[in-house]
Nanobody
Framework: QVQLVESGGGLVQAGGSLRLSCAAS????????MGWFRQAPGKEREFVAA????????YYADSVKGRFTISRNNAENTVYLEMNSLEPEDTAVYYC?????????????????WGQGTQVTVSS
């Protein structure tokens, strides 16, 4: 069992930056692929980024590539999402997820554990 708690969301102007954190419980954090997803009102949950168990490989949605950076610290059981050049279209609830995954990192159905989400609002 893994419990995930996100933090770092908030209100920011377009062009600004935010850093999301996701703290995981348990001693098996390094066994999980970690992902970030987001969901805007009236829209489906959308893949944002994922990172491999060691942190050596990262994956991004085209919409955030070059602006967002995912990273992890296995010693501290934490995954981060650094978000720069934020746009109003990035407004959503952002969710952290953990999964035992080997393919399809962008498929939310592959992830086993989810956090409660943190709101990110980007004003124009």
């Amino acid at each position: 069992q893994v419990q995930l708690v996100e933090s770092g969301g908030g209100l920011v102007q377009a062009g600004g930056s935010l850093r999301l954190s996701c703290a995981a419980s348990g001693r098996t954090f390094s066994q999980y692929v970690m992902g970030w997803f987001r969901q805007a009102p009236g829209k489906e949950r959308e893949f944002v980024a994922a990172i491999s168990r060691s942190g050596g490989s990262t994956y991004y949605a085209d919409s955030v590539k070059g602006r967002f950076t995912i990273s992890r610290n296995n010693a501290e059981n934490t995954v981060y999402l650094e978000m720069n050049s934020l746009e109003p279209e990035d407004t959503a609830v952002y969710y952290c997820a953990a999964g035992v995954i080997y393919i399809d990192y962008g498929d939310h159905r592959k992830y086993n554990y989810w956090g409660q989400g943190t709101q990110v609002t980007v004003s124009s």
